[in-house]
């Protein structure tokens, strides 16, 4: 029997969704993303849980998309990219509209789609040896949807950074830039995310979290709805274009790609 891609554990209204794909680094495919917004609406709707955190096991966060998913990209039609892109956005909106405060305890590198998917959280928590970057330019792709969020969390003149060099930073810099929250020791990490997370259990109202997090999701990003699904077109419309091939086709070679 194969061992869930992600694994759920409540205790002390604290919903812990752990991925768990240690093998491929916590890569991104479809079955992975399905189970963890599975597992997110599990939390949701769950009454007793008022936080959750959002962690994984093994060295690495999260990689980003694994080879096979890349693979199978190639050969998808526009509109089965589309519906891929979709898959992906549902993740993404499913954390940041999720009527709980969502909290990433990130202690290894979040890459890509695993960058995306930390950035998209409320509060991250990270230890200072993470590497935290946008690399989907090097590959011939672009990180369409989590720019969306991106931009509300840092500047033009940051996004633009770090989204057009794909350049990997540190968790300090992660800070500076203002995509992460805090930055705590390895051996510490995992008391100081839980202690955080009890705390707002404990001192505030869920309901209060839930319109607090719904009123500065929505004043600050009003056209997200927008950007989101104009994303998603580009996402699958990128996905035919002659550098996507050429990058996918060069990482899955492991040959330098000559742009």
Not at 130 to 136: I, K, L, P, Q, R
Not at 149 to 171: D, N, Q, V, W, Y
Not at 216 to 228: E, G, V, Y
Request: charged share 25%; glycine share 4%.
């Amino acid at each position: 029997m194969n061992e869930a891609l992600v694994l759920y554990q409540t205790a002390n209204r604290i919903a812990t969704i752990t991925l768990n794909r240690t093998e491929k680094r916590n890569a991104l495919n479809p079955e992975l993303v399905s189970e963890l917004t599975t597992c997110l609406l599990r939390a949701a709707e769950d009454e007793d849980v008022k936080a959750v955190v959002l962690k994984a096991n093994g060295a690495v966060f999260s990689a980003g998309a694994d080879l096979a998913y890349l693979q199978q990209l190639q050969q998808n039609s526009y509109e089965e990219n589309l519906a891929d892109s979709n898959h992906l956005k549902k993740l993404f909106t499913t954390i940041y509209d999720l009527p709980k405060v969502v909290i990433a305890q990130v202690e290894g590198h979040a890459i890509a789609g695993g960058c995306g998917l930390a950035t998209v959280c409320d509060v991250i928590f990270s230890v200072p040896e993470a590497n935290f970057g946008y690399t989907e330019v090097k590959l011939g792709f672009v990180p369409a949807i989590v720019a969306c969020f991106l931009l509300r969390k840092t500047s033009e003149t940051i996004a633009k950074r770090i989204l057009l060099t794909g350049e990997l930073f540190s968790a300090e810099q992660a800070l500076a830039f203002n995509l992460i929250t805090f930055v705590t020791k390895k051996e510490e990490i995992a008391q100081k995310v839980n202690d955080f997370a009890l705390d707002l259990c404990n001192s505030t109202s869920a309901n209060s979290l839930a319109v607090t997090k719904e009123l500065i999701n929505r004043t600050t990003n009003p056209w997200l709805d927008q950007s989101l699904e104009k994303a998603v077109q580009l996402n699958a419309k990128v996905r035919e274009s002659d550098d996507f091939k050429k990058g996918v086709a060069s990482f899955l070679n492991k040959e330098k790609i000559k742009w």
